[in-house]
């Protein structure tokens, strides 16, 4: 099973940037398609954005589109979520998670612990 931490979370102001990481522990990691997700405060999880096991195919929620660009190095076992113009909208705790695939962003197996993001106005 892959194990996961997440960093890369701070304090930002609208419109700027923050580049998340997500490292990964054991041998599937280059065979997962893999997800970010978040959760706000009051809100369920929801799925932001996934990236398959070569990183050939990317999919982001509507509300990401355009802003958020998720990649993965497989030879250092990491994946990365580049947010730009950040929202107050998008602040929450971030996770990643290994994902049935790309295209069917149900996760699978564990979380990580997270990173927070908060976005002021």
């Known amino acids: 099973q892959v194990q996961l931490v997440e960093s890369g979370g701070g304090l930002v102001q609208a419109g700027g940037s923050l580049r998340l990481s997500c490292a990964a522990s054991?041998?599937?990691?280059?065979?997962?398609?893999m997800g970010w997700f978040r959760q706000a405060p009051g809100k369920e999880r929801e799925f932001v954005a996934t990236?398959?096991?070569?990183?050939?195919?990317?999919y982001y929620a509507d509300s990401v589109k355009g802003r958020f660009t998720i990649s993965r190095d497989n030879a250092k076992n990491t994946m990365y979520l580049q947010m730009n113009s950040l929202q107050p909208e998008d602040t929450a705790v971030y996770y990643c998670?290994?994902?049935?695939?790309?295209?069917?962003?149900?996760?699978?197996?564990?979380w990580g612990q997270g990173t927070q993001v908060t976005v002021s106005s």
């Open positions: 998670a290994a994902v049935i695939a790309a295209s069917d962003p149900r996760p699978m197996g564990g």
């Open positions: 054991g041998r599937t990691f280059s065979l997962s398609a």
């Open positions: 990236i398959s096991w070569k990183g050939g195919s990317t």
